[in-house]
């Protein structure tokens, strides 16, 4: 059974101080790793999917690596705005399905 | 990205009554979509596996007569909760794949179901 933890559960941050969040999954054949972002009362939005162990991508203040048993998403310099819960997920190849984390909310204050 | 759509966004209900609730993929076509549960402060709950043209699959624990998923075309799946009561109240998001290969699920607004 494919599971994903993901931690910390919450995290507050000011302004400009960078940190990163943990995804840590077992699954039966990576297909795929999902990171979403999500807005209170909205469905999760894209963010990026990585395949591959070693493979990185990068948008605006985010930068998402992936190893065989884990993934990063590293915010840089956060703003306010970057305040949100974001979900990691994974697809087996066994199916079609996403197996989600329990999210991290992250607060980022002014 | 692609565009998922979901209506209503928000509904109140009285106990017993159904509610039909959409999801359309705007600019693709998804021969599969998925219908999840979140409950607040929780993550996402995969409910079922909607398939156009065929049955829904449903995950273990999820009452099939109490939510109808009908998938009647590659751009809509609609989730009906037939005689809801209260602890039927949650978010209810859909999502659909643009390319099954990929795994890469792009996902509806949502929609909040509030039952008195």
């Known amino acids: 059974e494919d599971q994903v933890t993901q931690s910390p559960e919450a995290l507050r941050l000011q302004e400009g101080e960078s940190s990163s969040l943990n995804c840590s999954y077992t699954v039966s054949g990576l297909r795929g790793l999902f990171w979403y972002r999500q807005d209170p009362g909205k469905g999760p939005e894209f963010l990026f999917t990585?395949?591959?162990a070693g493979e990185e991508k990068e948008k605006e203040r985010l930068k998402a690596t992936l190893t065989k048993k884990e993934s990063f998403l590293h915010i840089t310099a956060p703003k306010p705005e970057d305040s949100a819960t974001y979900l990691c997920a994974v697809c087996s190849n066994a199916g079609n399905m996403l197996t989600f984390g329990g999210g991290t909310r992250l607060m980022v204050k002014p | 990205g692609a565009v998922v759509s979901q209506h209503p966004s928000r509904v109140i209900c009285k106990s017993g009554t159904s509610v039909k609730i959409e999801c359309r993929s705007l600019d693709f076509q998804a021969t599969t979509m998925f219908w999840y549960r979140q409950f607040p402060k929780q993550s996402l709950m995969l409910m079922a596996t909607?398939?156009?043209?065929?049955?829904?699959?449903?995950e273990q624990g999820v009452e099939k007569d109490k939510f109808l998923i009908n998938h009647a075309s590659l751009t809509l799946s609609t989730l009906t909760v037939t005689s809801a009561h209260p602890e039927d109240s949650s978010f209810y998001i859909c999502s659909a794949a643009m390319d099954p290969n990929t795994g890469e699920l792009f996902f509806g607004e949502g929609s909040r179901l509030t039952v008195l």
């Open positions: 990585l395949y591959s």
């Open positions: 909607s398939n156009e043209g065929s049955k829904a699959t449903y």
